[in-house]
């Protein structure tokens, strides 16, 4: 019986399921063309919350598994990188929500009077904010004590990853494109602007899921990001002067203070999305072997990383080959 697997993708997504299989027992290998600081993942803002995520159903239970990890994560906040940090979701109600909501301890209606800036509504909440970077770094690390091994590699498609293991497991994100020819994956640009923290400790958000533009801000170990933007089908990876101006004055707007803060730098990421939702499913090789599939998380993959880990681990062991 071979139980090795191989993941094709290196960032949040592929390193959380290459760490769930392994602790199944399985022989692990990442093929990925960048490292992980170099992904989408890196740059994320990294607030646990089912944000664009479809399908709704799937995505609260895969959301839920996740931050029952982050829960216990966060009891090493400096090595993992997790933190429970309180905070508000303007212009949200929690009757539009899924059911996953009422499994979110403390997620609560706000009073008028409490909701930062000109929103009427919000809720208030206290979730895992992710240090990405130093999470990155222990996911990593966790998969190194599992005795994952890790490969700088581009795979042309399956049939190369299927070649060398029975089983393939796709977190390409937006590299399914080519990958598995996934038309159906668009870029949804993310700028971000990263500036001396003035003493803010809680976490703001004002997403309009039908709008390109978003007022959020979260208190990061030395720095504090402001966002952002959320442009589909926009594939520019160098920052925007313009945009990152407008990113602060909106910030700005819920706390005047930030309007002054030094900037530190600017990121962009590209949110890989797909029409569709995720794709979270199994399918036979060509010659044999089995091909899981698990990408598509647009910018909800920290979210629902381990929950989605989860079902590709069950998928993986259940392969006539395992």
Do not use: K
């Not at 090795?4 to 399985?26: F, M, P, Q, S």
């Not at 996953?100 to 509504?121: I, N």
């Not at 809680?202 to 709008?211: I, M, N, Q, V």
């Amino acid at each position: 019986m071979d139980s090795e697997v191989i993941v094709v993708g290196g960032g949040v997504v592929g390193l959380t399921t290459a760490v769930r299989l392994a602790e199944r027992g399985l022989r692990v290998r990442v093929w990925s063309r960048d490292e992980a600081t170099e992904t989408t993942s890196a740059v994320a803002g990294a607030l646990w919350w089912p944000y664009r995520i479809e399908p709704a159903a799937e995505a609260g239970a895969w959301a839920l598994a996740s931050l029952r990890v982050y829960e216990e994560l966060a009891a090493d906040p400096d090595g993992t990188g997790v933190r429970f940090v309180p905070g508000v979701h303007a212009d949200t109600e929690l009757a539009g929500l899924g059911g996953w909501a009422g499994e979110v301890g403390g997620l609560r209606r706000l009073p008028a009077e409490e909701v930062p800036g000109p929103y009427g509504v919000g809720l208030a909440a206290r979730l895992p904010l992710i240090d990405m970077p130093v999470h990155l770094g222990w996911l990593r690390g966790r998969a190194a004590e599992l005795g994952v091994r890790f490969e700088r590699r581009t795979a042309a498609g399956p049939a190369e990853a299927g070649a060398c293991a029975p089983v393939v497991v796709n977190c390409t994100g937006l590299g399914a494109r080519e990958f598995v020819g996934d038309a159906g994956m668009r870029a949804v640009r993310g700028q971000l602007v990263l500036v001396e923290n003035p003493g803010v400790e809680a976490w703001f958000t004002a997403a309009d899921g039908a709008s390109s533009e978003t007022t959020y801000f979260f208190p990061q170990p030395g720095r504090l990001i402001l966002g952002g933007t959320a442009e589909e089908d926009d594939e520019r990876t160098d920052p925007d002067g313009a945009t990152a101006e407008a990113i602060v004055e909106r910030c700005a707007r819920i706390l005047p203070e930030l309007a002054d803060a030094r900037v530190l730098g600017h990121r962009v990421g590209l949110r890989p999305a797909r029409v569709g939702g995720v794709r979270l499913e199994s399918e036979p090789l060509a010659g044999g072997g089995t091909l899981v599939h698990n990408y598509g998380h647009g910018g909800a993959g920290v979210t629902v990383a381990w929950g989605c880990a989860d079902r590709v681990a069950e998928l993986a062991t259940a392969a006539d080959r395992i």
